[in-house]
């Protein structure tokens, strides 16, 4: 029976990765902090290792599980970021991560798949050939400043590990203070929202996409004979623009949004066309927006 | 008056900096932790601002120095790390300097001037055409982190940013316990010395050279009209081998060494090689080994 150890499993991915996981016949533990296991109902079913900052954790986590993969989902999550915030992101993303990483090469487990984001490559014009590396904001940098720190892990503990980019989410049991919540709940309350001029090219991709690219990634790693550090980009079935994709919602919902366009500025270092990244081999998206949107239409419907 | 805030101020490299800016007319400030400053006798002499660990600290001292340039050296050092050590690396090499950066940022300075290492660009094999980036240690993986982060403020912050990627270096005044003290005290004592084989290239860079190469870089930032991110190479004259270093030791000193290459291995990812990066326009070192040396062993006699 193949062992996950999941980072981030209070998340919104993290906690669908979970119970993906689960079905696909994985035995599943976590290692989070206590005050996000906190929220998690379903902690109590699942072996749960409790982080509360310390190396040594990670290591006795590792050396008690000994996972057959590692699914590294955790991080902080910030737009934009105020001083204050900047040691808790670096603990988060940079220091969390290390220490896991140092924790996989004492036990020898060699195989991780870790969330990064698009917004390491940030195209800010045409033509939108992406560098490598161009951060958007200071989180996608301390992803990047992790995957760094990953290559020299994957020199010394032979790691196969596979970074899957990640762009915008979505899907059911979404709590996340996100566009596509604002234009759930104008749908619900008809009420004005004032718009960027929704021209931006958005790549909505289904949470179930997600998780069906992370446990594809770990077959894939679990393949490799060799020491890798491969990146690639989960996107989904089709790019559009917000217009496109409030649109593709009011064809879901059957009914018109009162989507004011342009009453709003872009926001700073708006991403205009997302990364054009390669994409993970023998995986790829499932399920179109108007499908995604139409069940999480019925599902809030139903949850009321 | 141009005004420099120093890092890593009493560190070997650091500590020589403040002296040569002081000589070259520039007003000096320094920020460190408490427990570096108790060994730095200069301290009572200029300005220090305290650093015990939060960005607020940070944001003040750059916003009441006003600094042209920021030299930002200050590191955690190590060939190799424990799982202990992890924390205190980041917290050093990844969190502190981040910090600086966000106080550059929000103090309006836009010159900065960081410490690299040649470690970043790892080149186990030949032929000898280093990537962009492959870590020797975890220690150099925590340098490019940090450079990762640097690039989102160089576009936010519009930096001007230079980092010299540096190499072995050596001169007056050094208590660190590396290969050339080492040598040093063989010469004192006369006691045989195992050495490893002794055929990897070592660039070693006299102390004043680097300290000319920063102040080049900053100049040279301080005129660049756009933001910028550039890195180059700081080597020394001549490149020898271990082998050739103890040689040209033994030529300053007039007598032989009782070394005994061969008798230990290389350590574990041994450079064999150092990283052939770009150099810095219109820098170049001064200072040959053998004179170097030569004064390093008046330098060591007279203090004796």
Not at 236 to 248: D, E, N, P
């Amino acid at each position: 029976m193949k062992r996950a150890l999941v980072t981030g499993a209070s998340g919104f991915i993290g906690s669908h990765l979970v119970e993906h996981l689960e079905r696909a016949g994985w035995e599943v533990a976590v290692i989070a902090h206590t005050r996000s296991l906190q929220t998690n109902n379903d902690a109590a079913v699942r072996r749960v290792y409790q982080y509360t900052g310390h190396t040594s954790e990670v290591i006795v986590a590792l050396d008690d599980f000994k996972p057959t993969a590692v699914f590294h989902l955790a991080s902080l999550f910030l737009a934009a970021h105020t001083p204050d915030q900047i040691e808790p992101l670096i603990n988060a993303n940079v220091l969390f991560g290390t220490q896991l990483l140092e924790a996989m090469n004492k036990s020898g487990c060699t195989v991780l798949v870790n969330a990064g984001t698009g917004w390491q490559n940030y195209t800010p014009q045409p033509p939108f050939d992406a560098p490598d590396y161009m951060p958007v904001n200071l989180y996608a940098a301390t992803k990047q400043a992790f995957e760094d720190i990953l290559l020299y892990y994957v020199q010394v503990a032979s790691l196969r590990a596979i970074t899957l980019r990640l762009f915008d989410s979505y899907g059911p049991g979404d709590s996340r203070r996100k566009l596509l919540r604002l234009l759930l709940d104008t749908l619900r309350t008809g009420e004005p929202l004032d718009m960027s001029p929704g021209d931006q090219v958005i790549d909505l991709v289904h949470v179930d996409d997600i998780c069906r690219a992370f446990l594809h990634a770990a077959n894939l790693a679990l393949e490799l004979s060799e020491p890798a550090a491969r990146v690639y980009a989960i996107s989904g079935k089709q790019r559009m623009t917000l217009q496109q994709v409030a649109a593709t919602l009011e064809d879901a919902a059957g009914r018109k949004l009162p989507l004011r366009f342009g009453q709003r500025p872009h926001r700073p270092r708006e991403v205009m066309h997302p990364w054009e990244g390669p994409s993970l081999p023998g995986w790829e998206p499932q399920i179109t927006l108007l499908e995604g949107l139409c069940n999480l239409i019925l599902e809030e419907e139903a949850s009321r």
